[in-house]
């Protein structure tokens, strides 16, 4: 086989173990890192300085989805279901992506991860999403997040980026086509 070839089947070939691989680690890390949150740092809401603080564990529950967004009692549900629903499309998108596209593999793995990890708490506790993450000076803190959202957070500006050079790329073949 001409080694094009070859590399195009190795790359065909890394591209499911990277995604899976990913989402393996990053769920486990997420699942393994709450199970201490909950049954190390108690009471909740009470802050266990890590570095001064600026970065404090913090054990707390969010029953709503990013930023504290709450839609009220059945939110526990609501986002479950929507997160599936964004599963779906993350599952479509990681199945259109060409072979050799790692970035955007790696972008979809961490998104894909960081919401099956929350979504394991939705369907576990009926307090909400662990967080415990607790970053800030004084009183101007940032949102308690946990793996789950750090894995979202990076996925999605990793994604953003892609779909940036991806865009680039085709406005580029698009005006030499055009010469």
């Known amino acids: 086989m001409p080694n094009g070839n070859t590399e195009t089947v190795q790359a065909a070939n890394a591209n499911p173990w990277i995604f899976w691989c990913v989402i393996i680690v990053v769920v486990a890390l997420d699942v393994i890192t709450k199970a201490a949150a909950v049954s190390g740092l108690v009471p909740a809401y009470t802050p266990h300085e890590i570095v001064g603080n600026t970065v404090r564990f913090t054990l707390a529950y969010n029953p709503g989805a990013a ?4 839609v009220g009692p059945a939110s526990r549900w609501i986002f479950a279901v929507l997160t599936v629903v964004a599963l779906g499309v993350l599952g479509s998108l990681y199945r259109a992506t060409r072979e050799g596209h790692y970035a955007r593999v790696l972008a979809l793995a961490l998104v894909s991860a960081g919401a099956i990890g929350n979504l394991i708490d939705r369907i576990r506790w009926s307090t909400g999403v662990v967080d415990f993450i607790d970053v800030g000076i004084g009183n101007h803190r940032f949102w308690t997040f946990n793996v789950a959202d750090s894995a ?6 990793l994604l953003g980026w892609v779909f940036l050079q991806q865009d680039r790329e085709a406005a580029r073949i698009a005006a030499d086509n055009n010469v």
């Open 67 to 70: 930023f504290g967004f709450n």
């Open 152 to 157: 979202v957070t990076v996925g999605a500006i």
